[in-house]
């Protein structure tokens, strides 16, 4: 595993969007993984990179945070000579749209879903983690934005960049390449580590699940999937597990709720119990996973 991965307060810093200042960067590496012809997945903090290089220009899938753009800037550099036109944000959380701000000045064109411009505008609740984001600076916000979906042609790549409605947030994208049979799911996969679900900001675990399933409709055994978090591709075997986990955990949350049970009961009843060591260690552990999709899913006047 890459030792980048595996830095437990990094991590938790970064799900948890503080400010890039609290954190300290100078250690992480920028690693690069060649996907496919012309696409690779690239590994720093933050979420999972995405670059897709045509005959002409360069496509970048998120930017992590502004500290780290240097880096990403050589790591890209070590990939290909051609500049970066586009990056597209797959969600609005500062793990993903830190660097906007240092492409954009640079002439990148940033893109994102519409809420996702809405949401960088203003400061933002995330009630999971009893902590509000401010606003992004100006020159961070997306410039192109887009309702439905968005089609790009980067040389011979077609890259095609569809919103998921009510998933992690209100604003996610995937972006499909279908010449080479890689998606970037952005944060509707976390692989190994249960999913930070944004309630506060449009997500829900249902909608998680139902994307999830929405990306193994799309996709083939063959497809190679760069999840938001977790190793840079996964199968869609790999896939299909964490669908599972997402459809039994929501069930049994579902049924628990339904029969008035409280968080402190929920929690007994371990609704995650056979599904934590694989995905109980990373940033969120069982109990906490628990009480974030609890106070999601519950009337409001149980979520306490
Ligand atoms: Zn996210």
New binding site residues.
């Given amino acids: 595993m890459h030792r980048t991965a595996l830095l437990p307060a990094a991590l938790a810093a970064l ?1 948890l ?1 503080l400010p890039a200042a609290a954190q300290d960067f100078s250690k992480v590496e920028v690693e690069s993984t060649k996907v496919a012809e012309g696409v690779y997945a690239l590994k720093g903090a933050g ?1 999972n990179l995405g670059l897709v290089v045509g005959a002409d220009r360069a496509f970048l899938i998120d930017d992590q945070y502004a500290p780290m753009v240097p880096k990403i800037r050589a790591a890209i550099a070590a990939i290909t000579d051609k500049p970066v036109s586009f990056v597209l944000n ?4 500062g ?2 749209t830190g660097g906007n701000e240092a492409f954009a000045e640079s002439g990148t064109l940033v893109v994102a879903h519409d809420n996702v411009r809405t949401r960088l505008s203003s400061d933002q609740v995330m009630a999971a983690f009893d902590r509000t984001v401010p606003a992004a600076p100006k020159g961070a916000l997306p410039v192109i934005t887009f309702n439905d979906q968005v089609t790009f042609h980067v040389g011979g790549h077609t890259v095609r960049t569809i919103h998921i409605p009510s998933a ?2 209100d604003g996610d994208a995937i972006v499909h390449l279908p010449e080479t049979n890689v998606i970037h799911t ?2 509707l996969v976390f692989y190994g580590l249960y999913p ?1 679900v ?1 309630y506060s900001n449009g997500g829900s675990l249902k909608g998680m699940a139902d994307a999830t399933a929405k990306l193994m409709e799309m996709s083939n055994e063959d497809t190679r999937f760069i999840p ?2 977790g190793p840079v591709v996964i199968t869609r075997r790999q896939l299909a597990e964490y669908l599972q986990m997402l459809r039994v955990v929501h069930a049994r949350l579902e049924t628990l709720i339904g029969e008035g049970k409280t968080l402190d009961e929920v929690i007994a009843a371990r609704p995650t119990a056979e599904f934590d060591e694989q995905w109980g260690k990373g940033f969120l552990p069982p109990e906490r996973w628990v009480r974030i999709n609890y106070q999601g899913m519950a009337p409001a006047k149980d979520a306490k």
């Fill in positions: 799900l969007a979420g797959t969600h609005w959380h793990d993903h992690h947030t952005g944060d930070v944004d938001g978090h």
